[in-house]
T-cell receptor
Framework: GENVEQHPSTLSVQEGDSAVIKCTYS??????FPWYKQELGKRPQLIID?????GEKKDQRIAVTLNKTAKHFSLHITETQPEDSAVYFC????????????FGKGTLLTVNP | DGGITQSPKYLFRKEGQNVTLSCEQN?????MYWYRQDPGQGLRLIYY???????QKGDIAEGYSVSREKKESFPLTVTSAQKNPTAFYLC???????????????FGEGSRLTVL
């Protein structure tokens, strides 16, 4: 089955700095890669996703890049703000499975004011 | 107000007892899921259902059971066979992706189960 590794497990940055979270996946047939943000005590929410036919996608201060050859994808947050503090999960979906997302173990991002 | 509702929010259980967690959605989504969240472990899929009266095992189904008798409801039973049931349980639903994989998952607020 699919295996998703996520690094780092914790990340602390100063407000205004950039943050990068990296994930690798094992199944070359995976073709959909979402990122979820979970604030403390709240439910996870989708913040951005990318499909395998695209190399990069941006949405304001967040961006995701995908390297299919190396089987890794990354979340980039620029100009971080204290409200970006949360746990971020990457995930991968194997093509054809439609329903079984495999999640990484999460990254606790702390943005210090 | 559309959304996905889980109950109870907190639940305590004695060893050897079964317990059922409720999950209801009014988003008209076909697919529903149960995930387990443990510290440092991410989200692990327990069961999922693509359509009414059908469900599939996820990666950690042992000791759990589900039913999908109605589109809007997907209850999870944690049985006494589950060796380590203390965890945070998240229910989710989605519109199956338009032929290209899972659409966005909409999560409930979760149920925290503690076995005493």
């Amino acid at each position: 089955g699919e295996n998703v590794e996520q690094h780092p497990s914790t990340l602390s940055v100063q407000e205004g700095d950039s943050a990068v979270i990296k994930c690798t996946y094992s199944d070359s047939a995976s073709n959909y890669f979402p990122w979820y943000k979970q604030e403390l005590g709240k439910r996870p929410q989708l913040i951005i996703d990318i499909r395998s036919n695209v190399g990069e996608k941006k949405d304001q201060r967040i961006a995701v890049t995908l390297n299919k050859t190396a089987k890794h994808f990354s979340l980039h947050i620029t100009e971080t703000q204290p409200e970006d503090s949360a746990v971020y999960f990457c995930a991968a979906l194997r093509g054809g499975s439609n329903y079984k997302l495999t999640f990484g173990k999460g990254t606790l991002l702390t943005v210090n004011p | 107000d559309g959304g996905i509702t889980q109950s109870p929010k907190y639940l305590f259980r004695k060893e050897g007892q079964n317990v059922t967690l409720s999950c209801e959605q009014n988003l008209n989504h076909d697919a529903m899921y149960w995930y387990r969240q443990d510290p440092g472990q991410g989200l692990r899929l327990i069961y999922y259902s693509q359509i009414v009266n059908d469900f599939q095992k996820g990666d950690i189904a042992e000791g759990y059971s589900v039913s999908r008798e109605k589109k809007e409801s997907f209850p999870l039973t944690v049985t006494s066979a589950q060796k380590n049931p203390t965890a945070f349980y998240l229910c989710a639903s989605s519109i199956p992706g338009q032929g290209r994989g899972t659409g966005e998952l909409f999560f409930g607020e979760g149920s925290r189960l503690t076995v005493l």
